[in-house]
C-alpha cells in the first residue's frame, strides 16, 4: 500500500457525494470523512482517507441498564455490531467497484491487542478526524447529538474524499459525571487530547474486569458489557431526553 491518492477518474466530490447518498440510504446515524495523513503511515495502513460511521443504540435499551447491562443490551450491542460490519464491508465494496482501494475495519479483521484492549487505528480516531466528535474521559467518542450512544466502524481507503474539520480537543471541560460513577474506577478524568495516550486517562484493564463482572452478575455471561459511563455522560442524557 502507498500514501497516494488514487488518481481514478471521479472527482474529489462525486466519490464523496456518492458515499454521502450511499450512507444515508443504509440508515446510519452519522457519518463522516477523514483525511488520515496527518497520522503515521503504517498506522493506517498508508490509506490516506477514512470514512467512519455510526448507528445508535435502542434508547429504550440503554435507559435500562443503570443497574448492570441486560439481555436486551446484549442482544442490541451484538446486532449493532454485525450490522457496522456489513456496512464497513458494502462501503469497501463499492469503493472497490469504482476502481479505488479500501479496506474495512471490521471485528474479524481489527482484533483487539491482547490484554490492552487496543487496536492499531482505533474507529474513533478516524471519526474525530472526520470531524464527528471528541473522545470523553471515559475514552468512548461522544458527539454533539448523540452523546456517546452509539456504536461505530470504519473503512480506509485511496479514494480522494472531501474531508471533515479535525476535532482536536475534548469538550467535556469540568465534568467528572463519568469518572465519579465508574465501579472500577478506571477513568482518571483527564482531559482528552490527540497527544495523550488512552492509558494516560483510563485504565482499560479495570475497565474490562468491572464490565465482566458486572455482566456475569446481571446476565449470567462474562463478557466485557457495561456501559454505565455511556448512559450516564451528560450528552447522552441530553440526547435520551429529546427523544
Known amino acids: 500500500m502507498t500514501d497516494t491518492v488514487s488518481m481514478a477518474p471521479e472527482k474529489t466530490q462525486d466519490v464523496t457525494e456518492a458515499l454521502r447518498e450511499l450512507l444515508c440510504a443504509q440508515g446510519v446515524s452519522c457519518f463522516g470523512f477523514a483525511d488520515l495523513r496527518r497520522l503515521p503511515s503504517d498506522k493506517r495502513g498508508g490509506y490516506p482517507f477514512g470514512v467512519a460511521f455510526g448507528l445508535t443504540w435502542d434508547t429504550d435499551v440503554l435507559l435500562g441498564i443503570e443497574a448492570g447491562p441486560t439481555p436486551a443490551y446484549h442482544d442490541n450491542y451484538n446486532s449493532l455490531n454485525a450490522r457496522l460490519d456489513e456496512l464497513s464491508l458494502l462501503v469497501e465494496g463499492y469503493l472497490e467497484s469504482r476502481g479505488f ?70 469538550r467535556c471541560g469540568d465534568c467528572d459525571v463519568c469518572r465519579d460513577l465508574c465501579p472500577g474506577g478506571a477513568i482518571a478524568g483527564r482531559p482528552w487530547s490527540p497527544a495523550l495516550e488512552r492509558s494516560e486517562f483510563l485504565d482499560a484493564q479495570a475497565c474490562a474486569r468491572t464490565a465482566q463482572r458486572r455482566s456475569l452478575a446481571t446476565i449470567g455471561q462474562k463478557v466485557t458489557l457495561c456501559g454505565l459511563c455511556v448512559l450516564s455522560c451528560p450528552w447522552t442524557q441530553r440526547y435520551l431526553t429529546s427523544k
Open 101 to 170: 482501494k479500501a479496506y474495512a475495519n471490521t471485528r474479524e479483521r481489527v482484533g483487539m491487542g491482547g490484554d490492552e484492549y487496543v487496536t492499531r487505528l482505533p474507529h474513533k480516531t478516524v471519526a474525530t478526524l472526520a470531524g464527528l466528535g471528541w473522545i470523553g474521559k471515559s475514552a468512548l467518542l461522544i458527539t454533539e447529538e448523540f452523546g456517546s450512544g452509539l456504536r461505530i466502524s470504519s473503512v480506509l481507503t485511496n479514494a480522494p474524499l472531501t474531508a471533515g474539520t479535525p476535532i482536536i480537543e475534548g
